[in-house]
């Protein structure tokens, strides 16, 4: 089997599993694990938090430019507001453009000891890793995805409605997959699972058999 820098990249919209999964994957494999997402919401942060608009092209892209993971030490990045600002900036191709060496560096070397990297977020399978070994597209009905995010927010905020939360998850994800810069989609060849009716534990035995037929073949291949 491949053992040498294997890339997974898992793409998929707010809420559908993506990031618990590939977590378990990474620990599974023996892998680094990159949210991507983080470095998206770390720039909507940074707005938010010096008073800025992150529809301010400019100030985003400068931020983005200068963005360093510690910059996010002790910021709280979860909240649906940093989620809103997170797709704002993220449209802006000025600011896709400055975090994408930093993902590619990432997926290129992982810390030592480590086989490869899983990514997730939005365009690793299309854009940021076209060459992955394994991609995945997880998806899930927006009911569903909503009532997941709608569970995690009233842990931390218990005024949140079900409906604030289904129509921020649907305004992004119109959000996400319209715009003209790496839109949300999944790549040509992308393994498509949907979480809809799966627990956790069900859709990491679908990913696991998704990633292990991948890697087979393409040991097979190569
Ligand atoms: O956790 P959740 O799925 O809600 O969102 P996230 O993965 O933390 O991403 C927040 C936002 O960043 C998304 O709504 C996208 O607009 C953007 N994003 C992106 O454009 N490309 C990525 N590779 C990852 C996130």
Redesign the pocket.
């Known amino acids: 089997m491949k053992t040498e820098n294997i890339v997974i990249a898992v ?1 998929g ?4 599993g ?2 618990t999964l590939s977590r378990r994957v990474a620990s599974f494999y023996g892998l680094a694990y990159l ?7 770390g720039v909507g942060w940074i707005m938010l938090s010096r008073g800025l608009s992150p529809r301010d092209v400019e100030d985003a892209e400068a931020a983005a430019q200068a963005f360093t993971l510690d910059q996010l030490d002790g910021a709280d990045i979860r909240t649906p507001d940093v ?1 809103r600002a ?2 704002v900036v ?2 802006m191709p000025e600011v ?1 453009d400055a975090l994408l060496a930093f993902q590619r560096d990432f997926a290129a070397h992982p810390p030592s000891g480590l086989n490869g990297t899983v990514l ?5 399978g299309t854009v ?1 890793c076209p060459d992955a070994t394994v991609k995945l597209f997880i998806d899930a009905a927006v009911d569903v995805r909503a009532r997941r ?1 709608w569970a995690e927010l009233t842990q931390r905020d218990s005024s949140i409605s079900f409906e604030q939360v289904l129509e921020d998850i649907k305004r ?1 994800d119109q ?2 997959s319209s715009r003209e810069a ?1 839109p ?1 989609k999944a790549a040509q060849d992308a393994h498509l699972i949907d979480t809809s009716e799966l627990d956790i534990d069900a859709a990491f035995t679908v990913v696991r058999r998704a990633i292990d037929k991948t890697l087979m073949k393409s040991a097979m291949e190569g």
């Open positions: 793409d919209p707010a809420a559908s993506k990031g949210d991507t997402g983080s470095l998206y919401r989620g997170a797709s993220a449209a896709r997730d977020g939005r365009d690793i940021v995010r992004r959000r996400d790496a949300m």
